[in-house]
């Protein structure tokens, strides 16, 4: 790996597709752990499906995308990574006392 090279979102990756759907969904549990040791999450329920990404939608229990429901669909692994980052960022925020 050369040491200047800069890997900002999933695009940036050098993986195939498949690959980069297992990064999204890995970080999904992580940020599904971290939610959950901030308190946000309890743990129960429907937690076992933070982020599943398969044909030409992504489903997730635990994270809404912007639309709300099971069932998201997408245009691109670019657009799953930025709206799951951008719902965490929003929870912490709305939760955490300044």
Known sequence: MTPNRKFKN???????EAQ?????????WK??????KLGME???CKSYDPLLIKDDKCHSYIFDLDDGGRHHPYKSLREIEDKLFNEVVKRIRE???Y
């Open 10 to 16: 999933i695009d940036d990756l050098p993986l195939c």
């Open 20 to 28: 980069k759907r297992y990064v999204l969904e890995w970080l999904a």
């Open 31 to 36: 940020f599904y752990n971290l939610l959950l």
């Open 42 to 44: 309890d743990g129960y």
């Open 95 to 97: 939760e955490s006392v």
